[in-house]
Structures are given as C-alpha cells and as structure tokens.
C-alpha cells in the first residue's frame, strides 16, 4: 500500500549509459515530480508534471527527459550518464489545489555512476 | 528567482533542550513555507508547514514562526528527543501547490 513507489532503488551503472527510473502513485494527486538530492543533501526540483502536462522544468541538461504516461506515472530516463548525475532522485507527488499543498516523496533511487 | 538560506547547517544538542533552525527567503511573493524531516536514509516527510497570513502555528513539540517582514522563519523544536535527530529542511514557494524551494537543509543530533 505503497503511497509513492519508485523502482529501482539501487542503480549501479558506467558512464555513457543509458538508464530509466519508475515512478507511480496511488495517492490519486495530479501533480508529480522529480528531485535531485547530491552529496550535500541538497534537494533541488528537476521537473513537474500536472496532469501529464510538464509545468516546472528547471535547468536541467537535456540528457534528462521526464516522461507522464499518465498521471499516477512519472519516468525520468537519463542518456549518457555523467559522474556528475550520481545521487538520490526522489520522486513525489501532490494534490495541485490542496490546501496543504504537502509533497509526498517515494523512498528516492540512488544512482551511482562509475 | 527564490532563494532560501538556513542557519545553522549542523545542529547538535542535549537531549530535553531546545533547537532552533532559522531560515531566509528572497521572493516577498512566497507566501507558504513548510518544514520537512528527512531521517537517516528514508524519505523526507512534512512536519508542519505555516502561510503567511499566520505568524506562529504550534504542534506539540514543534512551534514555526513567520516574520514576513524581515522573510524569516524558524523552526522551534521543545524538549529534544534522540528520534529528532535528523536533516531538517525549511522551504517556501509563492502558494501551497507551486514550486517548492528548499533551503539546503540542517543536520540536528540529539545527544542521549
């Protein structure tokens, strides 16, 4: 009964590569999201999705492409991955006119880059 | 764009003391700021979040106070617990469903 499930966890991977991280959440919001937390525990927002539709897409390199099939799915798929891309991508969900507004995070996917 | 600064970057206390975790904001259009706990490893989670029509909002232990004016807020922790130790993030965004912006956060230890 997961909230905010992302797959895989753990990603080891050489630099070059390709690879794809799986959001979904079952908390029936319309807004989703990908953060990047680095080494220094930094939490930056990378993009936003509102009902499939992208509305926060920050300056992030265009290696990065974010994907809503619909909107309890988010995808970030990452090419030619850089040293500079390890770290913890956390996914989170939101209700776009709630009153709380609260970000609901899925337990993050560290990628690791070698 | 919005820039949200937080002091101290580590915190460490005495277990039943106070802390105390303050945070700026550079847009005076932000109007809703949230305070997020992320422990060792886990996902970080809402603790308690005030709007700026509101200058303090209390909840049990945790107070968070709002000076509009000079765009800080601070996080009040009261009777300190070894289970409070963890990176303790302040945010703001111009309304409760745009875009979050967090300050890079505090490392609070609670020594037994």
């Known amino acids: 009964d997961t909230a905010v499930s992302q797959t895989p966890k753990y990603l080891v991977t050489q630099m070059g590569n390709d690879k794809s991280i799986k959001c979904e959440q079952n908390l029936g919001h319309d807004t989703m999201y990908w953060y990047k937390q680095d080494s220094k525990k930094f939490l930056k927002i990378m993009f936003s999705y509102n009902n499939k539709e992208l509305i926060i897409n920050e300056t992030v390199p265009n290696r990065f492409s974010p994907k809503s099939p619909d909107k309890a799915h988010l995808n970030l798929h990452i090419n030619s991955l850089e040293l500079g891309d390890s770290a913890v991508y956390f996914c989170?969900?939101?209700?776009?006119?709630?009153?709380?507004?609260?970000?609901?995070f899925g337990e993050g996917s560290r990628l690791t880059v070698l | 764009g919005e820039n949200v600064e937080q002091h101290p970057s580590t915190l460490s206390v005495q277990e039943g003391d106070s802390a105390v975790i303050k945070c700026t904001y550079s847009d005076s259009a932000s109007n809703y700021f949230p305070w997020y706990k992320q422990e060792l490893g886990k996902r970080p989670q809402l603790i308690i979040d005030i709007r700026s029509n509101v200058g303090e909002k209390k909840d049990q232990r945790i107070a968070v106070t709002l000076n509009k004016t000079a765009k800080h807020f601070s996080l009040h922790i009261t009777e300190t617990q070894p289970e409070d130790s963890a990176v303790y993030f302040c945010?703001?965004?111009?309304?409760?469903?745009?875009?979050?912006?967090f300050g890079p956060g505090t490392s609070l230890s609670v020594i037994p």
């Open positions: 989170a969900s939101s209700q776009y006119d709630s009153l709380t507004g609260e970000l609901f």
């Open positions: 945010a703001a965004s111009i309304t409760s469903y745009d875009k979050v912006i």
